[in-house]
């Protein structure tokens, strides 16, 4: 079948790294999209690989290997409000829907 | 204004009960879809409308029936719901060219009792 696993919860520290990694397990995969949500608000778009490689956007960044069915968001110098839930999105080509995963939900401290 | 609305934000209903939820995106986007988000799990692709025809139900049950009266209005008209069903739904909207880009609403939080 087609998923995508990712963290259920990551905990990080404000000012410092972290990365959320997606693997999925799917055929006839296009590209992996990355949204935020806060808790009681709307998912919003973060970024979108459609090709091998690091996209960077600020301090978000992130990286699809097709060959490795794997990708990461990498949120650099954490501020407290990164604190939300972030959802990878695989794009099928067989009917070009998003297929998500789970979310992981990143907690940051002071 | 936000890019797409949803109302009402919360809804209790009875399992007799029939109810609708609206969306509407002032995005211009030609492409709307349903999704029912469930705590800890997948985002759950309902329906898919684009240019106002149907081209997705993933296999729905046929308490829930999806209206697109226009590119930008979507409803999901909802009778004998069950408590199953409680969740959060969600209203997106695209270009169609450009779908793995969406737009959200905040939701509806629906209970059923």
């Known amino acids: 079948g087609q998923s995508l696993e990712q963290p259920s919860e990551v905990t990080a520290v404000e000012g410092a790294i972290v990365q959320i990694n997606c693997t999925y397990q799917t055929s006839g995969f296009y590209g992996l999209s990355w949204y935020q949500q806060h808790d009681g608000g709307a998912p919003t778009f973060l970024s979108y690989?459609?090709l091998d490689g690091l996209e960077e956007t600020g301090r978000f960044s992130s990286f699809l290997s097709r060959s490795d069915s794997y990708g990461y968001l990498l949120l650099q110098e954490l501020q407290m409000k990164d604190s939300a839930s972030y959802f990878c999105?695989?794009?099928?080509?067989?009917?070009?829907?998003?297929?998500w995963g789970a979310g992981t939900k990143l907690i940051i401290k002071p | 204004e936000t890019g797409v609305t949803q109302t009402p934000r919360h809804l209790v209903m009875g399992m007799t009960n029939k109810k609708s939820l609206k969306c509407e995106q002032h995005?211009?986007?030609?492409?709307m879809y349903w999704y029912k988000q469930s705590a800890k799990k997948p985002l759950e692709l309902m329906f898919v409308?684009?240019?106002?025809?149907?081209?997705e139900n993933n296999s729905v049950p046929s308490r829930f029936s999806p209206e697109c009266p226009n590119s930008s209005h979507l409803f999901l008209h909802l009778h004998t719901l069950q408590p199953e069903d409680s969740a959060l739904y969600l209203c997106?909207?695209?270009?169609?060219?450009?779908?793995?880009?969406?737009?959200f609403g905040a939701g509806t939080r629906l209970s059923v009792l």
């Open positions: 690989n459609g």
């Open positions: 997106a909207s695209s270009q169609d060219g450009d779908r793995p880009i969406q737009y």
């Open positions: 999105a695989g794009l099928m080509d067989s009917n070009y829907q998003l297929i």
């Open positions: 995005l211009g986007h030609n492409a």
């Open positions: 409308y684009n240019f106002k025809e149907q081209t």
